[in-house]
Protein backbone atom coordinates (compact mmCIF):
# COMPACT_ATOMS: atom_id res chain seq x y z
CA UNK A 1 0.00 0.00 0.00
CA UNK A 2 2.68 2.43 0.60
CA UNK A 3 4.19 2.12 -2.84
CA UNK A 4 0.82 3.09 -4.38
CA UNK A 5 1.86 6.38 -2.90
CA UNK A 6 4.36 7.02 -5.41
CA UNK A 7 3.36 4.97 -8.30
CA UNK A 8 -0.01 7.23 -7.54
CA UNK A 9 1.85 10.57 -8.02
CA UNK A 10 3.77 9.27 -11.07
CA UNK A 11 0.73 8.87 -12.94
CA UNK A 12 -0.65 12.00 -12.05
CA UNK A 13 2.76 13.23 -13.07
CA UNK A 14 2.23 11.85 -16.34
CA UNK A 15 -1.23 12.94 -16.80
CA UNK A 16 -0.50 16.67 -16.02
CA UNK A 17 2.49 16.41 -18.20
CA UNK A 18 0.75 14.92 -20.87
CA UNK A 19 -2.45 17.68 -20.91
CA UNK A 20 0.26 20.38 -20.74
CA UNK A 21 1.80 18.61 -23.50
CA UNK A 22 -1.16 18.69 -25.34
CA UNK A 23 -2.36 22.19 -24.30
CA UNK A 24 1.04 23.68 -25.82
CA UNK A 25 0.67 21.31 -29.18
CA UNK A 26 -2.51 22.66 -29.68
CA UNK A 27 -1.82 26.39 -29.20
CA UNK A 28 1.07 25.88 -31.00
CA UNK A 29 -0.84 24.68 -33.93
CA UNK A 30 -3.64 27.68 -33.87
CA UNK A 31 -0.61 30.61 -34.12
CA UNK A 32 0.76 28.41 -36.42
CA UNK A 33 -2.63 28.65 -38.40
CA UNK A 34 -2.91 32.07 -37.53
CA UNK A 35 0.39 33.29 -39.18
CA UNK A 36 0.02 31.24 -41.98
CA UNK A 37 -3.76 32.88 -43.07
CA UNK A 38 -1.67 36.10 -42.16
CA UNK A 39 0.68 34.78 -44.68
CA UNK A 40 -2.10 34.30 -47.17
CA UNK A 41 -3.85 37.42 -47.37
CA UNK A 42 -0.79 39.48 -47.66
CA UNK A 43 0.58 37.47 -50.68
CA UNK A 44 -2.63 37.89 -52.13
CA UNK A 45 -2.13 41.54 -51.60
CA UNK A 46 1.23 41.68 -52.78
CA UNK A 47 -0.37 39.91 -55.82
CA UNK A 48 -3.08 42.11 -56.10
CA UNK A 49 -0.67 45.74 -56.09
CA UNK A 50 2.07 43.66 -58.52
CA UNK A 51 -1.14 43.33 -61.02
CA UNK A 52 -2.19 47.31 -60.35
CA UNK A 53 1.53 48.02 -61.04
CA UNK A 54 1.53 46.10 -64.05
CA UNK A 55 -1.32 47.60 -65.40
CA UNK A 56 -0.27 50.81 -64.86
CA UNK A 57 2.82 50.81 -66.10
CA UNK A 58 1.80 49.63 -69.37
CA UNK A 59 -0.40 52.26 -69.73
CA UNK A 60 2.41 54.95 -68.93
CA UNK A 61 4.12 53.10 -71.96
CA UNK A 62 1.25 53.22 -74.00
CA UNK A 63 0.54 57.24 -73.47
CA UNK A 64 4.83 57.83 -73.48
CA UNK A 65 4.54 55.99 -76.94
CA UNK A 66 1.47 57.95 -78.03
CA UNK A 67 2.85 61.50 -77.44
CA UNK A 68 6.45 60.52 -79.40
CA UNK A 69 4.25 59.40 -82.12
CA UNK A 70 2.09 62.62 -82.06
CA UNK A 71 5.37 64.77 -81.61
CA UNK A 72 8.65 63.22 -82.20
CA UNK A 73 10.71 66.01 -82.80
CA UNK A 74 9.79 67.54 -78.96
CA UNK A 75 10.39 63.86 -77.33
CA UNK A 76 13.96 64.18 -79.21
CA UNK A 77 14.61 67.57 -77.67
CA UNK A 78 13.37 66.56 -74.05
CA UNK A 79 15.66 62.96 -74.46
CA UNK A 80 18.86 64.69 -75.60
CA UNK A 81 18.08 67.98 -72.56
CA UNK A 82 17.57 65.17 -70.44
CA UNK A 83 20.81 63.37 -71.71
CA UNK A 84 22.66 66.74 -71.18
CA UNK A 85 21.39 66.94 -67.67
CA UNK A 86 22.20 63.58 -66.63
CA UNK A 87 25.75 64.02 -68.04
CA UNK A 88 26.11 67.18 -66.14
CA UNK A 89 25.28 65.83 -62.87
CA UNK A 90 27.32 62.65 -63.84
CA UNK A 91 30.63 64.51 -64.72
CA UNK A 92 30.08 66.74 -61.18
CA UNK A 93 30.39 63.90 -58.93
CA UNK A 94 33.47 62.33 -60.59
Known sequence: MATD????AVSNAEKTLQST???VAKGTHEAIDTLSEYGNRA????????????????????????????????SLAMALGAGFL?????R???
Do not use: F, N, W
Not at 5 to 8: A, G, L, S
Not at 86 to 90: I, K, Q, R, T, V
Open 5 to 8: KPHQ
Open 21 to 23: TER
Open 43 to 74: EEQLRQTGRRAAERTKEYADEVGSYVSRRPIA
Open 86 to 90: LGALM
Open 92 to 94: GRG
